[in-house]
């Protein structure tokens, strides 16, 4: 929010949300991935989701978690 001359506080106009958790299709995006390899590591487990009533939805913080296990694994893999 920006504040105007008078004190009063503005909503910018073009301001996206910040989404706490994402679609499967949404997730996939963020990651540069296919929605189907997205689906697979939701069900598998590898990627946590939860579920919002009967969605499934994933948290963002999920995602980072997920991208740093593969870079601590491919890490520990080159050390061996």
């Known amino acids: 929010m920006t504040t105007d001359l008078s004190g009063d506080a ?6 996206q949300p910040i989404r706490l958790v994402l679609t499967i299709e949404q997730a996939a995006r ?3 991935i296919g929605r ?3 689906y697979s590591l939701v069900m598998s487990g590898e990627v946590e989701s939860v579920m919002i009533g009967r ?7 999920c995602l980072a978690e997920y991208v740093t296990k593969l870079r601590n694994t491919q890490q ?3 050390a061996a």
């Open 76 to 78: 520990t893999d080159k």
């Open 55 to 61: 969605l499934r939805r994933i948290p963002v913080e």
């Open 30 to 32: 963020r990651l540069g």
């Open 36 to 38: 189907t390899l997205m």
């Open 10 to 15: 503005a909503e910018i106009p073009d301001a």
